[in-house]
């Protein structure tokens, strides 16, 4: 089964450990309280209902059904019933046109539901003026100007090794063992 599929429709393996399939994620986003627990008390309150979550399912639940109907003539499925039809037209030889688009439409899916669930963190300010241009703040807004970047592109802090640290005032850049170098000197 193809990847995006494959992770899209049923529980899989990613970063060290079993996740449900991304349409379980993000419909478990959308609607907490279905994973049920105790009734909350009156003086607790609702969890409030992911509406980005919600729109994107239905994004992709109402451009998938429409594909599937047009393919299938059919609509009697669950969306991840629907999604794993289209493994079989992408892997068929005979309708050229369709397994490229479904192939583009699913990877995206794969790939939004990701980053809507894992959003990227933002780099760290370091209040610090630059060793390289002097500079603390940087631009019309001021902003801090040594910034940090210690997370992965799926929010996963990264090793120490693998930090860096860039001045927007000068784009100096300092990696690697340079950054201990760094580090020495912004605590003085
Ligand atoms: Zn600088």
């Known amino acids: 089964m193809r990847e995006s599929i494959h992770r899209l429709t049923r529980e899989h393996f990613r970063d060290g450990r079993m996740r449900p399939s991304l349409l379980d994620q993000?419909?478990?986003a959308a609607q907490p309280d279905r994973t049920g627990g105790a009734a909350p008390s009156s003086t607790e309150l609702k969890i409030p209902v992911d509406v980005g979550a919600i729109s994107l399912y239905q994004d992709i639940e109402r451009v998938a059904r429409d594909d599937h109907w047009r393919l299938f003539k059919t609509d009697q499925a669950t969306l991840a019933e629907v999604i794993q039809a289209f493994d079989d037209v992408i892997t068929a030889d005979e309708l050229p046109e369709w397994p490229d688009h479904l192939g583009r439409n699913t990877?995206?899916?794969a790939e939004q539901i990701h980053s809507y669930l894992n959003p990227t963190k933002p780099?760290?300010?370091l209040n610090?003026?630059?060793p390289a241009c002097g500079q603390?703040?940087?631009g019309p807004d001021r902003e801090i100007a040594l910034t940090l970047y210690c997370y992965a592109d799926d929010g996963t802090m990264l090793k120490w090794d693998q930090w860096s640290v860039e001045c927007r005032g000068c784009s100096?850049?300092?990696e690697s063992d340079r950054l201990e170098w760094l580090s020495k000197v912004?605590?003085?």
């Open 186 to 188: 912004l605590a003085e």
């Open 172 to 174: 100096a850049r300092w």
């Open 136 to 138: 603390r703040l940087h």
């Open 26 to 28: 993000i419909q478990g």
């Open 107 to 109: 990877d995206a899916w």
């Open 128 to 130: 610090r003026p630059c």
């Open 123 to 125: 780099p760290r300010r």
